[in-house]
């Protein structure tokens, strides 16, 4: 029904994800931002905290514990991992869809999960049934879920630049390494160390090697679309910008021959994919800044036999809140592209 208006929460709405999906939502044609919570700033105006929204949402946010979620048809969890779970447990029964940002169901197992997060997980019965929410990838699994498990920004670019490799069965294993870069609201609003003026103009540096937790979530995404056990070396770096991701992927295939053999294999790939854009030359950050793309330049590098494929997006966009969006599209029936037509901001 293209008239409905669904009604939405926001849970977490003073963090920089929470307010990017009141940013798309308030302009998607079948939303109504029925809540948007904060536990630190309760009752104070939305555009009080984030005066971005100045006269468009001075709703006061309010507490979680406060709203009713009968009068829900979909909740986004913005809220950090660990605690996005307690969230899915107490709402399990309700009748709304819910979408957590966190990585907190992206996971195959609670082992899995302690493992690489270092913490027991609260909520085992969730991952069961529980879809990991690649619209590109698994468009089916989301339509039928109740929870869905928005993949991390790292993963979402990492996955993207090399699955028409991976679901083709054409990747040499132990091969791929993945080079990430991200700007700095990656980290959250939270300030810290890592992110202090000083320790980020400037500057440029590699973090979580060996052991970042994306790594997991991306090695599980592969072996799932190839059937096979994936390892892969995931290195990210921070970047001294607000916000964007690009990832530099090197794989060795096992039949590729020529450039125009691997880019028509991506083309088709993606051919119905509206917000993946496949190019023929490399991809930047502003190319893709403030919008819902994932730009991919793959390269076939026939002297090392190598396949190089960079790809770009917003890390809060695509790479959170705008894919949770387009989650939203497709578990509540919506047309898929509805409120996701933002062009990006260059310069
Ligand atoms: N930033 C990014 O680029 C991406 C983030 N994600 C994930 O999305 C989720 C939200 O990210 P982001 O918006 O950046 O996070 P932020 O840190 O910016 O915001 C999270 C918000 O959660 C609320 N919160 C509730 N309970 C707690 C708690 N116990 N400890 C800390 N905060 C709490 C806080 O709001 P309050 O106290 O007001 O209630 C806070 O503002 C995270 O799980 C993150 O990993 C995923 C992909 C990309
Ligand atoms: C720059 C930066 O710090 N980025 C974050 C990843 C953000 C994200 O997507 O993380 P989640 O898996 O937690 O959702 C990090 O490396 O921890």
Same mark, same amino acid.
């Given at each position: ?101 966190? %990585? ?13 997060? %270092? ?13 990991? %929410? ?53 980290? %959250? ?144 029936g919506i047309e898929e592209t509805a409120g996701l037509n ?6």
């Amino acid at each position: 029904m293209q008239n409905q208006k669904y009604k939405a929460a926001i849970i977490g709405a003073s963090g920089f994800t929470g307010s990017e999906l009141a940013r798309i939502l308030s302009q998607h044609p079948q939303v109504e931002i029925k809540y948007i919570t904060s536990e630190s700033h309760q009752g104070r105006p939305f555009s009080d905290l984030h005066p971005q929204f100045l006269n468009i949402i001075d709703q006061a946010l309010v507490s979680a514990e406060d709203i009713d979620v009968s009068s829900l048809d979909v909740i986004f969890l913005a809220l950090p991992h660990g605690v996005s779970m307690d969230f899915v447990k107490k709402w399990k029964d309700s009748n709304c869809k819910i979408i957590d940002l966190s %990585g907190d169901f992206r996971l195959a197992s609670p082992e899995v999960y302690e493992a690489w997060y %270092g913490k027991p997980h609260t909520y085992v019965e969730g991952f069961e049934g529980a879809a990991y %929410g690649q619209p590109e990838l698994f468009a089916e699994d989301i339509k039928r879920s109740s929870l869905i498990a928005n993949p991390g920004c790292y993963p979402t670019a990492s996955i993207l630049s090399l699955a028409p490799l991976f679901f083709d069965n054409m990747v040499q294993n132990h091969s791929v390494v993945i080079d990430a870069k991200s700007g700095l609201t990656g980290a %959250g609003v939270k300030a810290s160390d890592t992110t202090h003026f000083s320790n980020v103009n400037e500057n440029f540096k590699a973090y979580g090697v060996g052991v970042h937790r994306h790594t997991i979530e991306i090695e599980e995404q592969f072996s799932h679309l190839s059937d096979g056990e994936v390892q892969i070396q995931f290195t990210p770096h921070l970047l001294p910008i607000d916000r964007g991701i690009l990832v530099t992927s090197y794989a060795k295939t096992k039949k590729l021959t020529t450039q125009e053999e691997l880019l028509s294999l991506y083309q088709n790939f993606y051919a119905d994919k509206p917000f993946v854009r496949v190019k023929t030359s490399v991809p930047s950050i502003k190319d893709v800044r403030g919008s819902h793309f994932c730009d991919i330049y793959p390269f076939w590098d026939k002297r090392t036999q190598r396949v190089v494929a960079i790809a770009a997006i917003d890390n809060l966009l695509k790479g959170a809140a705008s894919q949770a969006v387009h989650n939203m599209n497709l578990v509540l029936g919506i047309e898929e592209t509805a409120g996701l037509n933002q062009i990006p901001l260059r310069p």
